[in-house]
């Protein structure tokens, strides 16, 4: 007599059939639901009592005219509502933040996790789906100079516009909670370097008599601040200060004055590119006649730039084929100035 079959006979000791069971597929889309900033009710800084603008990221390489900017790794700061906050370069704007995540984040930038004291640089991206970022997308620098942590648990930033760049890559760093960082490549900005420097110095209204003189008494210096091959950097005087040095002047005047006055102007002009990320403690810049520009900073690291003890309240005024920074005082060479009449300007 056959013995019965027992009853596991026929088991393999699958839990389930292969054929039947599910696969697991690894996810290689861009990740989704990421942390993003809705909407923020922006707020327009009021001027700087120092007028002088506040350092950003691209003042580091902004005397790279013709090389390729490198690539620099952000933060990004995502933003989901209608639209990302847009400033323009160099402008200050204030916002409040809610979201949880990105309030932690700032705390830690506030506490010294940045590359800037009580800030640091941040990529503003716009992403309605709030998405991973991928290659190619358009966002825009930004520094952020202040954070206020608000006992509603916000916290206030204030940032200051950069350039635009292109995300090359993005990631989700460990301990970051889900905020992304991302390689970026930064567009200079062309547009703000498309005149020459006398092209600048002539219109702006702050400038026009040094302009003019550059003009009537040399205009030999006046053409090569319009070479477009050639890098210069002008320490250009204002209005007031020309009018100071010299008093008012006639075109006459001007040209019987022509020798003294253009040894003055040469003084103003230097031989490259020199802008505010160049200039240091003690640093002697020579002018095309020779004569010796002194750096020096009242108040550490930056404050109150001074050229021979004059004081420069604007700097890095960006030109097409240099720099342009405004003196509050004509440089004074050794010899008397000469005292001449200048016309109204209409």
Same mark, same amino acid.
């Given at each position: /007599?056959?013995?019965?079959?027992?009853?596991?006979?026929?088991?393999?000791?699958?839990?389930?059939?292969?054929?039947?069971?599910?696969?697991?597929?690894?996810?290689?889309?861009?990740?989704?639901?990421?942390?993003?900033?809705?909407?923020?009710?922006?707020?327009?800084?009021?001027?700087?009592?120092?007028?002088?603008?506040?350092?950003?990221?691209?003042?580091?390489?902004?005397?790279?005219?013709?090389?390729?900017?490198?690539?620099?790794?952000?933060?990004? +700061?995502?933003?989901?509502?209608?639209?990302?906050?847009?400033?323009?370069?160099?402008? /200050?704007?204030? +916002?409040?933040?809610?979201?949880?995540?990105?309030?932690?984040?700032?705390?830690?930038?506030?506490?010294? =996790?940045?590359?800037?004291?009580?800030?640091?640089?941040?990529?503003?991206?716009?992403?309605?789906?709030?998405?991973?970022?991928?290659?190619?997308?358009?966002?825009?620098?930004?520094?952020?100079?202040?954070?206020?942590?608000?006992?509603?648990?916000?916290?206030?930033?204030?940032?200051?516009?950069?350039?635009?760049?292109?995300?090359?890559?993005?990631?989700?760093?460990? =301990?970051?909670?889900?905020?992304?960082?991302?390689?970026?490549?930064?567009?200079?900005?062309?547009?703000?370097? /498309?005149?020459? &420097?006398?092209?600048?110095?002539?219109?702006?209204?702050?400038?026009?008599?040094?302009?003019?003189?550059?003009?009537?008494?040399?205009?030999?210096?006046?053409?090569?601040?319009?070479?477009?091959?050639?890098?210069?950097? #002008? +320490?250009?005087?204002?209005?007031?200060?020309?009018?100071?040095? +010299?008093?008012?002047?006639?075109?006459?005047?001007?040209?019987?004055?022509?020798?003294?006055?253009?040894?003055?102007?040469?003084?103003?002009?230097?031989?490259?590119?020199?802008?505010?990320?160049?200039?240091?403690?003690?640093?002697?810049?020579?002018?095309?006649?020779?004569?010796? #520009?002194?750096?020096?900073?009242?108040?550490?690291?930056?404050?109150?730039?001074?050229?021979?003890?004059?004081?420069?309240?604007?700097?890095? &005024?960006?030109?097409?084929?240099?720099?342009?920074?405004?003196?509050?005082?004509?440089?004074?060479?050794?010899?008397?100035?000469?005292?001449?009449?200048?016309?109204?300007?209409?």
């Amino acid at each position: /007599e056959q013995m019965p079959v027992p009853p596991t006979a026929g088991k393999t000791g699958r839990l389930w059939h292969s054929s039947s069971s599910p696969t697991l597929e690894p996810h290689c889309r861009p990740a989704e639901n990421l942390p993003g900033i809705k909407s923020v009710k922006i707020y327009r800084a009021a001027e700087r009592a120092d007028q002088l603008p506040p350092c950003i990221w691209s003042d580091g390489y902004s005397h790279m005219v013709d090389e390729s900017w490198p690539t620099h790794a952000v933060p990004l +700061f995502v933003f989901y509502g209608e639209d990302r906050p847009r400033p323009r370069c160099r402008e /200050e704007i204030r +916002f409040t933040i809610k979201d949880e995540k990105y309030v932690n984040y700032c705390v830690r930038l506030r506490c010294g =996790g940045g590359d800037r004291y009580m800030g640091g640089s941040i990529g503003m991206v716009h992403c309605p789906d709030r998405r991973e970022a991928l290659y190619g997308q358009e966002g825009q620098l930004a520094t952020i100079l202040d954070i206020t942590v608000n006992p509603d648990s916000t916290v206030q930033l204030h940032i200051v516009g950069d350039q635009q760049f292109i995300v090359q890559k993005a990631w989700m760093p460990r =301990g970051m909670r889900d905020l992304q960082y991302a390689v970026v490549e930064v567009q200079p900005a062309k547009a703000l370097r /498309e005149q020459s &420097i006398m092209e600048a110095t002539r219109r702006d209204p702050s400038l026009w008599c040094f302009a003019r003189l550059l003009e009537l008494a040399a205009p030999g210096l006046a053409e090569e601040l319009e070479d477009p091959a050639k890098t210069w950097t #002008l +320490f250009a005087p204002t209005n007031e200060a020309v009018e100071a040095a +010299f008093g008012p002047m006639s075109d006459e005047e001007i040209e019987a004055a022509k020798p003294n006055l253009e040894q003055i102007l040469a003084s103003h002009i230097v031989r490259g590119r020199y802008a505010c990320e160049s200039l240091y403690m003690g640093r002697a810049l020579s002018g095309i006649n020779d004569a010796t #520009l002194l750096v020096t900073f009242a108040t550490w690291p930056r404050g109150e730039p001074r050229i021979n003890g004059v004081l420069v309240p604007h700097l890095d &005024i960006s030109c097409s084929n240099g720099v342009l920074h405004v003196l509050e005082e004509v440089l004074q060479p050794s010899a008397p100035l000469p005292k001449v009449r200048m016309p109204p300007h209409h």
